[in-house]
């Protein structure tokens, strides 16, 4: 778990170049964005770094948009980040589940609208950062956690106020990951 760049990492996935272009034209101000034409080049992208955002076609060649994002979601690394699906085609309900199913966050159509896409990705990245914030907790307290517990172990069954706050410390990592679990799952 790497910590996001000062400009968060967008993963823009679209076969059609001139979509690339648009959608960094839009976003290039305000993210570091890595750009791929198909779903192989995703996650060979996915693979080698982690993503606050994936804005990803549904329609390509190959390895399409479902597919993608099934595979996406495999990742460690990518298993909370938001997935928002684009398409000019595909919005009729059945499709636009057929997305939800696949891993998608949300939906958006093509054309885009430029501030919507902005306010989109804008709140995705910060739900994304919080996520990442809680994770970074939880493993900070993951670490103290086992100290504790190696202490505990060294000092002997006598200590009751050490087994106190080792349950504490317990207790606290569980809600925290009770409070990240429901957000993008």
């Known amino acids: 778990m790497t910590p996001q760049p000062q400009k968060p990492r967008v993963l823009i996935v679209d076969d059609r170049e001139a979509n690339r272009i648009a959608y960094e034209s839009v ?7 890595s750009l791929a034409s198909g779903g192989r080049e995703a ?24 597919e993608t994002a099934e595979e ?6 990518m298993r909370y980040t938001p997935i928002i699906f684009m398409s000019a085609y595909d919005q009729d309900v059945i499709e636009v589940r057929r997305c939800y199913v696949a891993g998608a966050t ?20 910060q ?36 087994r106190l706050k080792v349950a504490q410390l317990e207790e606290a990592i569980e809600d925290l990951k009770r409070q990240m679990a429901p957000a993008l799952t």
Request: charged share 20%; aromatic share 8%.
């Open 27 to 33: 976003l290039a101000a305000d993210y570091t964005l």
């Open 72 to 77: 996406l979601r495999k990742l460690e690394t």
């Open 127 to 162: 739900i994304f950062l919080r996520n990442e914030a809680l994770r970074i907790q939880i493993h900070g307290l993951g670490n103290m956690l086992q100290q504790l517990q190696a202490e505990l172990n060294r000092r002997g069954p006598t200590e009751g106020t050490l």
């Open 106 to 125: 949300d939906f958006v159509s093509s054309p885009v609208d430029e501030e919507l896409l902005k306010f989109k990705v804008a709140a995705y990245v």
């Open 43 to 66: 996650l060979a992208l996915a693979g080698a770094q982690e993503f606050a955002v994936v804005l990803l076609d549904v329609r390509m060649p190959g390895m399409g948009g479902y």
